[in-house]
């Protein structure tokens, strides 16, 4: 709650963000150190996931969270790669938390720097752009920013810094509000729940072009059942798009 206040005071102006830093002072999510919202020891010391599955069935194992041949006939998604496990790696959790909820935009450095890190391990195929899952607009202008967003340009910031992966945030709509997915109960809800939610910009004619045969991640703060990144991926996928892995900090 304190942190919610803050930022919401820090947001309005730098003279506020001044005072707000005497009033609320940060510190460390996960030690409480000062002057920092997460510190590089609680970061880098959280536990990394280790083994990854086909995100779909999650019998399989496959390298870096690809869809296995099973599952891949039937979904548009290639794979889900994660950074960590949210119910294992607290202060990331946390930080994803306060991230989303208590109106934190600095928090989406630290984590998209953790995330190209992670993903920099991988073998998945580099893409040809970074796409951010996209909010409704209503919830755009309650929260203030699109945390998947701020993810998207620290990673690709991170990741390769000297010829960083463009970003395009211009590229999906989400045009139908919908629940939040942690208030939704089961995978068949979840993927009810979003279903038609987003596509191509309403004048789409310029990117279909671009977009066949590329290969995009798509980045979010956590992914639960994959519903969300599915039903991006299709729409990609309709436009042309070859290949679309989600990268996601935690799921």
């Given at each position: 709650?304190?942190?919610t206040?803050?930022?919401?005071?820090?947001?309005?102006?730098?003279?506020?963000?001044?005072?707000?830093?005497?009033?609320?002072?940060?510190?460390?999510i996960?030690?409480?150190?000062?002057?920092?919202?997460?510190?590089?020891?609680?970061?880098?010391?959280?536990?990394?996931?280790?083994?990854?599955?086909?995100?779909?069935?999650?019998?399989?194992?496959?390298?870096?969270?690809?869809?296995?041949?099973?599952?891949?006939?039937?979904?548009?998604?290639?794979?889900?790669?994660?950074?960590?496990?949210?119910?294992?790696a607290?202060?990331?959790?946390?930080?994803v938390?306060?991230?989303?909820?208590?109106?934190v935009?600095?928090?989406?450095?630290p984590l998209?720097?953790?995330?190209a890190?992670?993903?920099?391990?991988?073998?998945?195929p580099i893409?040809?752009?970074?796409v951010?899952?996209?909010?409704h607009?209503?919830?755009?202008?309650?929260?203030?920013?699109?945390?998947?967003?701020?993810?998207?340009e620290?990673f690709?910031?991170?990741?390769m810094?000297?010829?960083?992966?463009?970003?395009?945030?211009?590229?999906?709509v989400r045009?139908?509000?919908?629940?939040?997915?942690?208030?939704?109960?089961?995978?068949?809800?979840?993927?009810?729940?979003?279903?038609?939610a987003?596509?191509?910009?309403?004048d789409s004619?310029?990117?279909r072009?671009?977009l066949?045969?590329?290969?995009?991640w798509?980045?979010?703060?956590?992914?639960?059942?994959?519903?969300?990144?599915?039903e991006?991926?299709?729409?990609?996928?309709?436009?042309?798009?070859?290949h679309?892995?989600?990268?996601?900090?935690?799921?």
């Amino acid at each position: 709650m304190i942190r919610t206040s803050r930022n919401r005071i820090a947001m309005l102006s730098p003279l506020r963000e001044f005072f707000a830093d005497l009033l609320f002072p940060r510190s460390c999510i996960g030690c409480g150190k000062r002057d920092t919202y997460l510190c590089d020891a609680c970061l880098y010391g959280s536990p990394w996931k280790r083994e990854h599955s086909c995100p779909f069935c999650e019998s399989v194992l496959t390298p870096d969270g690809r869809t296995c041949f099973s599952c891949a006939p039937r979904h548009s998604l290639d794979g889900i790669f994660s950074a960590s496990v949210f119910r294992e790696a607290t202060v990331v959790a946390d930080a994803v938390h306060v991230l989303k909820y208590e109106y934190v935009p600095e928090l989406a450095f630290p984590l998209g720097a953790l995330l190209a890190k992670a993903t920099a391990k991988t073998e998945l195929p580099i893409a040809d752009m970074i796409v951010p899952v996209p909010l409704h607009p209503w919830r755009l202008r309650f929260r203030g920013f699109n945390q998947s967003a701020l993810l998207a340009e620290s990673f690709a910031a991170a990741f390769m810094p000297d010829m960083p992966i463009p970003v395009r945030s211009d590229l999906l709509v989400r045009h139908r509000f919908t629940l939040p997915q942690a208030r939704s109960h089961g995978a068949k809800e979840r993927k009810a729940n979003l279903k038609g939610a987003f596509s191509l910009p309403s004048d789409s004619r310029p990117f279909r072009k671009e977009l066949k045969g590329k290969t995009i991640w798509l980045i979010d703060d956590v992914a639960t059942t994959g519903a969300t990144l599915e039903e991006c991926a299709k729409v990609l996928k309709k436009s042309g798009v070859r290949h679309v892995f989600g990268i996601v900090v935690a799921r």
